[in-house]
């Protein structure tokens, strides 16, 4: 092999062996990065995002804790528990329909032992909650009121008789007289009323903001709907967003939602059309047919 040669190739000027050097470095200044600050950094990094999620878990899970502590029960009537209520409270999805299939029939349950004969709760969940029940005075003072017969007795029975009334005829004198109710849901419950036009069912009494159910029972045990109202029915398929967004029921982001649907698929046939649309109020859309004509 010549070198003589070959030397020729490696021959270079001072500039060109200065860019050679510079790359060199470049070269190994790389090497030493990937081996030594990017490897330690990602090795941190990760060491800190564990750090950080065990820490995030341990708070929500403190958070979850928490929450499940702080449960307050507070007194009420056990003969006005909700779904919700009795869920709240630990009762099956049986024994809260017991409950309710015994209060349609107009019944009252006057004592723990009574709730737990037509619920058949368990004897610890009875123990757990009947401290929180609250009755009517009448009902804690039954054996006093017992020992009054004669004229006392018939004064108090003809005192507690009820006469029901028409829900759409009722003034706010009326409603003002119901124990719970005073000027301002009065005026709430009128004023549902006239953007309807007409109540349909007692049932609409729980869209008003402010009633209990315990008020809602008042209620119910002095009005109801005795006829089918006369009601101006809202044409789905020809009223304009502004039109619809004034039904109670509902806002004008749905009306907005409505009339579109409308303008996209046709004529809205019947009230099942409606639940196809975002954020439709399902829960009330029986109540809400009653109010719309599809012609």
Same mark, same amino acid.
């Given at each position: ?43 941190? &990094? ?37 779904? *919700? ?22 019944? *009252? ?69 119901? *124990? ?62 502004? &039109? ?7 806002? *004008? ?29 399902? &829960? ?12």
């Amino acid at each position: 092999m010549n070198f003589k040669n070959i030397r020729v190739y490696f021959k270079f000027t001072k500039s060109q062996r200065t860019g050679v050097l510079f790359l060199i470095a470049i070269i190994v200044a790389f090497q030493l990065a990937y081996f030594f600050v990017n490897i330690d950094s990602i090795e941190k &990094e990760s060491t800190e995002k564990q750090k950080w999620l065990s820490v995030q878990s341990e708070i929500d899970s403190l958070n979850r804790s928490e929450q499940k502590l702080v449960v307050k029960i507070y007194s009420f009537n056990p003969n006005f528990i909700t779904d *919700y209520k009795g869920y709240r409270l630990g009762m099956s999805v049986p024994e809260i329909d017991r409950l309710l299939a015994f209060r349609k029939k107009g019944k *009252y349950v006057n004592s723990g032992k009574e709730f737990q004969v037509v619920t058949r709760v368990s004897d610890s969940l009875l123990s757990a909650i009947a401290p929180y029940f609250k009755f009517p005075d009448w009902v804690k003072n039954k054996d006093k009121y017992k020992e009054n017969v004669g004229f006392e007795e018939k004064a108090f029975v003809e005192k507690r008789k009820i006469v029901l009334m028409d829900i759409n005829k009722a003034t706010q004198e009326d409603l003002i007289k119901i *124990y719970g109710i005073g000027e301002i849901i009065s005026l709430r419950i009128l004023k549902l009323k006239e953007g309807l036009g007409e109540f349909v069912s007692m049932e609409q009494m729980k869209d008003v903001w402010g009633l209990s159910p315990e008020v809602i029972g008042n209620l119910n045990t002095h009005f109801k709907v005795f006829t089918y109202p006369n009601i101006k029915k809202l044409d789905i398929n020809n009223a304009s967003i502004k &039109e619809i967004a004034k039904f109670p029921y509902f806002r *004008y982001a749905l009306a907005r939602e409505i009339v579109t649907y409308r303008s996209m698929n046709g004529n809205i046939d019947n009230i099942e059309d409606l639940t196809k649309i975002k954020d439709f109020p399902v &829960e009330k859309l029986n109540i809400i047919g009653l109010y719309l004509a599809f012609n």
